[in-house]
Each structure stands twice: as structure tokens, then as C-alpha cells.
């Protein structure tokens, strides 16, 4: 890679090393429905044991993840269609098509849009649903919805103090560049709070929208993402749900040498969100609702560089591979929190770190004592 790339990546080995940034931070975001998909979560979440039986899984009890086989070479859109629908219907299930053509509409640029996030009753038995889609002739593979949550920020005030920069040699590495507003960094996570003054200079802004028109100007589904988009909401709002994501892009790319706060990896850059964690954490299918976002982006000609995931946990997902590796092809690094636990991840798999896919950067968490 070229020097002038450098602190881009040097965003991994700072933000995931529990380097957090001292920038003040708004109190948790309050919005009604937010709050109900936060009540939602805790009323319908239910737990399996991994197949290991070491640990207990989280995962959404209202829905399911799928991927459609192929369709066949002479298949018309009509019966596509038809096979889809009729596959998850069948159980009384349904997934987000609103100009119904057979694809989900949060993840149309992923794996030719064979992807599908099925919402089912969550008073049903999502075992016996899962079985059968399983076994269904038209599914390729269909898998729990899994839980996660935010890592790598600490409630330590001693941390604020930025020991991370001189570690990592962010200093010499300011002598050379202090990084590229033309490189965008993806920030999947509780979204972060784009208004705030260390922040704002620093933030993407969608050139081919128009602020407060409620329209959505650029036809990618998503009205008004001026700075990105809620997974959670499916709106164009990637504010903060909390503090989490507004100190990871502190850390990524809060001004530098500006006489004010503090100042990120790189000084220069710009930040796109996505907000798919909330108090309860977030689902593996808003994670990939995201990818898709700044896959389409990127195809859309925003120089989206890397993606940025401090966050992990739930079972392996072959969707959210498959998501990864969409993003792989799309020529984006995907840079994953190794875990804060001091683990051995080769003897036990965390996700989403643990994916072998080309571009998955699996970063570890450090102290300022070791």
C-alpha cells in the first residue's frame, strides 16, 4: 500500500485497541421507534447453545435469515417470484419487496439478491419454521438471526487520555499525511452523532440528496441519508443510539490540530454511517443491511475504503460471510474487533472477526500497561 494510505489503515490497529478518544458524547438516542425496537428485542430474543455447547446464542425470535438458490437459467422473473414468495409464505412468513420482484429489498446488492430476511410470528416455532426452510427445495441455506453487540469502548475514564496514538506511532506517521478526505471509512455501528463539533467537518455527505425534502433523490431506498442510515429504523438517520459509535469515529478520524477536543488517526477523512446497534444490541441482518448500504454506495462511485466493525458476537452466520465477501468484491476492507476477553480465537471462533475472507482485518485489544 501507499504511505498516503497508511493512516486509513492505521484506523484498525487504533480504534479496536481500545484507544477511545475523549470526545463528549451524547446520552442515549430517545426516538419512539427506537424504543420499541428496543422493547422488541428483549421480549422476543431466545438463546441456543453453539454447537460446541460452550456458550449461549442469542438470536431474534421473529425472524430468519435465508438465501435463495440460483434460479434456473430459462426462469422467468414471474415464477421467481412465485417460487420465493410461496417459500416463506407457506409458514405464514414475509420479507421486505416493495416493487415485488422477488428480492429483499434491504440486501439487493449482495449475492445477486438471493438474500432475504424472513419476518415470522414470533408466537410460532422458529425451530420447526427453520427446519423446514432448511429442507425447502428452493433454499439454498437458512440460519438463525443472531444478536450482537458494540466492543472495544471501555467506561474507564483513564481512557480518554489517548495513550492508544503514541503506541501505534500515529505521531511519525502525521509527518508523512494526515490522512485524505477523498478515502471514506464506512462506520457500521450505533451510527455516531454527526453535529459534533470534533466531528462534523469530517463527515460524508451524500451529494446526490437534498437536505429536508423527504424525497429520495437518489432512488437507493432511503430518503434524506445526508450522513448514512438507520438499519434499525430503515431510515436516511445514522444518529447515535448511544455513545458507542460516535467514540469509534472519534477515534477514526476526529479533527486534528483544529485547537479544539481531540484529535483522531487520521486528521482528514471522511465518515459514513450506518446504525444498526441499539441498547439491546443489534441483529446479524441489520449488520448486513449495512454492507449492502455501503456496497451500493460504493457502486454508486463514493470511494468507500474500509468498513469499520467494532462489534461481534452471536454464532457463525454464513449470510453475514457472504456479506463480507460482497463487500471483499467490492474492494473494501472489513476491519473486525478480535474481542476484548484476552481469548484465543483459534481455539474458539469469535465472529465476526473470525471469517476467512480476503478482506477481514481481525484486530486484538491492547492496554496501555502491556
Excluded at 85 to 104: I, L, Q, T
Excluded at 177 to 182: A, E, F, Q, Y
Excluded at 337 to 357: E, I, K, L, R, T
Aim: aromatic share 6%; charged share 20%.
Amino acid at each position: 500500500m501507499t504511505l498516503q494510505n497508511r493512516p486509513v489503515m492505521m484506523l484498525a490497529a487504533t480504534l479496536l485497541t481500545s484507544s477511545v478518544s475523549a470526545l463528549t458524547v451524547p446520552q442515549k438516542f430517545n426516538s419512539d421507534d427506537r424504543s420499541i425496537l428496543t422493547e422488541h428485542n428483549k421480549k422476543y430474543v431466545s438463546k441456543h447453545l453453539s454447537q460446541n455447547a460452550k456458550q449461549s446464542l442469542e438470536y431474534d425470535a421473529s425472524s430468519l435469515i435465508v438465501k435463495f438458490k440460483e434460479p434456473g437459467r430459462n426462469e422467468n422473473r414471474h415464477k421467481l417470484v412465485s417460487k420465493r414468495k410461496a417459500a416463506v409464505h407457506s409458514f405464514g412468513g414475509r420479507f421486505k419487496d416493495k416493487n415485488n420482484d422477488g428480492v429483499d429489498d434491504r440486501f439487493k446488492h449482495l449475492v445477486n439478491g438471493r438474500l432475504a430476511k424472513i419476518d415470522i410470528d414470533p408466537n410460532q416455532n422458529l425451530q420447526s419454521i427453520l427446519d423446514k426452510l432448511q429442507h425447502h427445495p428452493d433454499i439454498e441455506y437458512a440460519e438463525y438471526n443472531y444478536i450482537v453487540q458494540p466492543l472495544g469502548v471501555p467506561n474507564d475514564t483513564q481512557y480518554s487520555s489517548l495513550w492508544g496514538m503514541p503506541k501505534i506511532g500515529a505521531e511519525q506517521a502525521w509527518d508523512i499525511t494526515v490522512g485524505d478526505p477523498s478515502i471514506v471509512v464506512g462506520v457500521i455501528d450505533t451510527g455516531f452523532d454527526y453535529n459534533h463539533s470534533d466531528l462534523a467537518a469530517n463527515i460524508w455527505v451524500n451529494p446526490n440528496e437534498i437536505v429536508g425534502n423527504g424525497i429520495d433523490d437518489d432512488g437507493n431506498g432511503y430518503i434524506d441519508d445526508i450522513h448514512g442510515i438507520s438499519a434499525i429504523t430503515g431510515s436516511g438517520d445514522p444518529m447515535d443510539t448511544g455513545q458507542h459509535g460516535t467514540h469509534v469515529a472519534g477515534t477514526i478520524g476526529a479533527v486534528g490540530n483544529n485547537g479544539t477536543g481531540v484529535a483522531g488517526v487520521n486528521w482528514q477523512t471522511s465518515m459514513v454511517g450506518c446504525s444498526f446497534l441499539g441498547s439491546s444490541g443489534g441483529t446479524t441482518a441489520d449488520a448486513i443491511e449495512c454492507i449492502n448500504y455501503m456496497i451500493a454506495l460504493k457502486n454508486a462511485g463514493t470511494n468507500i475504503r474500509v468498513l469499520n466493525n467494532s462489534w461481534g458476537g452471536g454464532g457463525f452466520s454464513q449470510a453475514l460471510k457472504d456479506a463480507i465477501a460482497a463487500a471483499n468484491n467490492a474492494n473494501m476492507l472489513f476491519v473486525a474487533a478480535a474481542g476484548n476477553d484476552g481469548a484465543d480465537n483459534d481455539m474458539g471462533s469469535h465472529y465476526p472477526s473470525n471469517y476467512d475472507v480476503p478482506n477481514v482485518m481481525s484486530i486484538a485489544s491492547t492496554t496501555s500497561s502491556d
